[in-house]
């Protein structure tokens, strides 16, 4: 049977029905290291599976594995490979090929890293000012990586905070200018481009205020800068010796294992940025060398692929049940649909198939309380895939089981409702719920910079793996920049009636709403 020729047939099955056979799912729970994923409350059997295996068969996804392991040019569109794998590799991961100088690059980022992590925490700025805050002002792959990261790693007694500013809106910089002493803050500027105009508007703000504050010199002493452009950098005022580097073999979305973890490194100690590197690296090994049919991420895109292509399935919600991974689904938001929300094949052609889910989500149960009502009981069906993590990093045991239970009944009660339209209630029609929602859990030991790196790790692997089924190339992203390049045409229209006459009518009117005001 095709691929729609299997959905057509479990469409006319139930997740309750599937879920009736004691040993149903061997083939669709999977252990990585710290990382356990149960793909059983998914509308699929072992024949649906087989289609999807045979799929990637067709595509050779063994192949595609293989090129990326070995630094083949799989971005296509922009003549570069995708190595950001080889930013964590290990030292007994060195290779031969275009892969090698890509490691060393970034053997050698990383020690120039620690260098300045050790410097900057033992000796401060030099001036008799120690490091107490870190402002990281990037955008897209430049703040969402290192902002999870903040969020689900603690942080060292007694270390400097981190801050991040990435929208262009100044609020946020302008609250942090008028709470932190310049004397002690250190700004890092991340952009790969360095001409990333977010990041540069909001990073003059800064070097105006040290330099305001401080003077040039001290100035100097205070900013760093994460980049492939050098020489953009020195011209925008951050010292040579400051800026570390990123390449253009590493995408925005897969960097944050480079150099741009240096805020990360900073605040919550070079030891876990290093064990977030192990994690990854874990999950690379595995993705690279384990049979199709016992790989994790290649379990988990098939999966997806299923959702999206087979079933139709147009959005998928992402809800970790452990508030110190609350920016998950906005850095799964961007790797996803950065990745692969794209209309066209590898070769210029039209993509056949449906791409990219929208991907949304919230945390554990406060999302139950705001939005999993249309979960259950909306018009459409959307996939969840719940995050839990088993030993939790505080002593209070008693919250933790009613979380995981409350993460345990969500699944549940998606996957086989609560049929009341026999109850003779006279609300029955609005009590019922019809379940055969399908859901993913995934599952983690404990929240470790180890299981973090394996768990964003097995994310890229999956994405790329969707990515192969369709053919698309998932590391580039030319849709990003089409609002850029109007906004720098439409800029001039806020302040001139000569720019605004050669707008179209709707634009010109907003633009005189605006400036009437």
Not at 24 to 51: C, I, K, N, T, W
Not at 225 to 250: K, M, Q, S
Request: aromatic content about 6%; hydrophobic content about 45%.
């Amino acid at each position: 049977m095709s691929l729609s020729q299997e959905a057509e047939r479990l469409r006319r099955t139930t997740l309750s029905a599937l879920s009736s056979d004691a040993e149903r799912g061997q083939e669709l729970r999977l252990r990585v290291g710290a990382v356990y994923a149960d793909f059983s409350r998914q509308l699929l059997d072992a024949a649906a599976l087989d289609e999807l295996l045979a799929l990637a068969e067709a595509v050779d996804l063994d192949r595609w594995r293989r090129a990326l392991a070995e630094g083949e040019a799989l971005n296509n569109t922009e003549a570069r490979p995708a190595l950001h794998h080889a930013v964590r590799a290990g030292s007994d991961d060195v290779q031969e090929g275009p892969i090698r100088a890509a490691q060393a690059a970034a053997f050698d980022a990383c020690t120039r890293v620690q260098g300045w992590v050790e410097r900057l925490l033992a000796e401060g700025f030099g001036d008799g000012h120690a490091l107490r805050d870190v402002v990281n002002i990037g955008i897209g792959g430049s703040d969402l990586g290192p902002r999870l990261l903040d969020e689900a790693i603690a942080d060292p007694a007694g270390s400097p905070r981190l801050h991040f500013v990435s929208s262009i809106d100044a609020h946020r910089a302008a609250d942090l200018m008028t709470r932190l002493d310049p004397a002690t803050t250190l700004i890092v500027l991340v952009s790969k481009s360095f001409g990333t105009e977010e990041t540069l508007l909001n990073g003059r703000l800064f070097i105006d205020w040290l330099r305001t504050a401080l003077g040039e010199a001290a100035m100097q002493r205070r900013v760093f800068a994460v980049t492939a452009n050098v020489e953009a950098a020195e011209r925008f005022g951050v010292d040579a010796t400051r800026c570390l580097p990123i390449w253009e073999w590493v995408g925005g979305r897969y960097s944050l294992w480079s150099a741009v973890g240096f805020s990360f490194a900073l605040t919550h100690g070079m030891s876990n940025f290093l064990r977030l590197l192990d994690g990854a690296r874990s999950m690379d090994r595995h993705f690279f060398t384990a049979p199709l049919t016992q790989n994790l991420p290649v379990l988990r895109g098939l999966v997806e692929h299923w959702n999206r292509v087979a079933l139709d399935y147009r959005s998928r919600c992402v809800v970790p049940y452990d508030v110190r991974l609350t920016h998950l689904s906005a850095y799964l938001q961007q790797l996803e649909m950065e990745s692969n929300g794209k209309s066209v094949r590898r070769d210029g052609e039209p993509v056949e198939q449906p791409t990219a889910p929208i991907v949304w989500g919230g945390v554990g149960t406060d999302a139950q309380h705001a939005f999993f009502q249309a979960l259950h009981q909306g018009t459409q069906v959307v996939p969840v895939e719940f995050i839990g993590v088993i030993q939790p990093a505080h002593e209070h045991e008693a919250h933790h089981r009613v979380l995981l239970a409350n993460l345990l009944a969500q699944s549940a009660a998606l996957a086989h409702g609560h049929d009341t339209r026999d109850s003779g209630d006279t609300l029955a029609a609005h009590k019922h719920h019809g379940g055969n929602r399908p859901s993913t859990v995934i599952l983690l030991d404990a929240l470790t910079p180890e299981s973090l790196g394996a768990l964003i790790a097995m994310y890229e692997h999956s994405v790329f793996v969707e990515a192969c089924l369709v053919g698309i190339n998932p590391f580039d992203q030319f849709g990003v920049e089409l609002g850029k390049r109007i906004a720098k045409q439409f800029l001039p229209a806020l302040t001139s009636d000569d720019a605004a006459s050669a707008l179209d009518p709707v634009t010109q009117s907003l633009i005189r709403e605006i400036r009437s005001r």
